[in-house]
């Protein structure tokens, strides 16, 4: 197993990491691993904002 980096967002906490996707992909990185720590926030709300950022991903609305 090979590691690329460790990344911490300086944006927005935990949600940030969704929206450097496609920086990564954008090099020979084919797998990622996102570990979050779900703090307060219930795992449904984290589910929806990390739905939502691969959605803007997907449709391309994030650069």
């Not at 300086?10 to 990622?32: F, P, S, V, W």
């Amino acid at each position: 197993m090979e590691m690329a980096g460790i990344v911490k967002p300086e944006k927005e906490k935990r949600y940030a990491c969704i929206d450097l996707i496609l920086t990564y992909l954008k090099g020979n990185i084919r797998k990622i691993l996102i570990l979050m720590d779900e703090e307060d926030a219930p795992l449904d709300r984290i589910y929806e904002k990390i739905q939502r950022g691969v959605e803007k991903l997907a449709t391309g609305e994030v650069e």
